[in-house]
């Protein structure tokens, strides 16, 4: 695959919910599993996987073109505007405590 014709798209095969790790793999020449084993992590230890999954699904088209319903946009604002608040405040409630 060359590097002009690789595009982002979110495959119809290979995927596991929405398809957003294989579309980064594919786009990126490596193994699903990594990607979905990153997306743990963050999830997990940084807090950031499930809104990372989010954003993608959204912005992400998949191969017909078709880029994510209402549900996942109503979904992304209901869980990203508190997820980024808390992100704003946390260096405060480090540096100056509860």
């Known amino acids: 695959m ?3 014709s690789r595009q982002l ?5 290979g ?5 957003v790790c294989a579309g980064i793999a594919r786009y990126f020449g490596i193994d699903p599993l990594i ?14 996987g499930i809104l990372a999954y989010l954003i993608g699904w959204a912005l992400i ?7 994510a319903g209402t549900p996942i ?3 992304l604002v209901i869980f990203g505007v508190p997820f ?8 405060f409630q480090l540096l100056f405590g509860n």
């Open 2 to 4: 060359s590097y002009q």
């Open 9 to 13: 798209v979110r495959p119809n095969e």
């Open 15 to 19: 995927r596991v919910l929405a398809g």
């Open 35 to 48: 990607v979905r084993i990153a997306l743990v992590f963050f999830g997990l230890f940084v807090g950031s």
């Open 61 to 67: 088209p998949d191969s017909t073109g078709k880029r």
């Open 73 to 75: 946009i109503i979904a």
């Open 84 to 91: 980024i608040c808390y992100l704003i405040t946390l260096p």
